[in-house]
Nanobody, 125 residues
Framework: QVQLVESGGGLVQAGGSLTLSCAAS????????TAWFRQAPGKGREFVAT????????TYADSVKGRFTISRDNAKNAAYLQMNNLKPEDTADYYC??????????????????WGQGTQVTVSS
């Protein structure tokens, strides 16, 4: 099992940038695919981006492609989401999630076993 803690959320103007961090504890983090999801008020949880355990494979939702970058540093047991050119529709709670060890990246929330508590991102127009 992996414990995840997100940080880095906040209030930013449209066009601005934020970097979210996901600090992981547990010996298996380096072997797990990791993802970011988000949930806006009144809406369901939405896939944002995922990265393989080695960092070599990344996949993005169309809505963030070209603006967001997912990365990880297994030596630091951390994952990141760099968000540029933010839009008001990016406003949501952002969650870090990890699959079980040796699993492939997935865009489906049901495939992720461990979740953080979330960090709030608000983009003003």
């Amino acid at each position: 099992q992996v414990q995840l803690v997100e940080s880095g959320g906040g209030l930013v103007q449209a066009g601005g940038s934020l970097t979210l961090s996901c600090a992981a504890s547990g010996r298996t983090f380096a072997t797990t695919a990791t993802a970011w999801f988000r949930q806006a008020p009144g809406k369901g949880r939405e896939f944002v981006a995922t990265i393989s355990s080695s960092g070599g494979i990344t996949t993005y939702a169309d809505s963030v492609k070209g603006r967001f970058t997912i990365s990880r540093d297994n030596a630091k047991n951390a994952a990141y989401l760099q968000m540029n050119n933010l839009k008001p529709e990016d406003t949501a709670d952002y969650y870090c999630a990890a699959r079980l060890r040796n699993s492939e990246p997935s865009w489906r929330a049901v495939d992720y076993f461990d979740w953080g508590q979330g960090t709030q991102v608000t983009v003003s127009s």
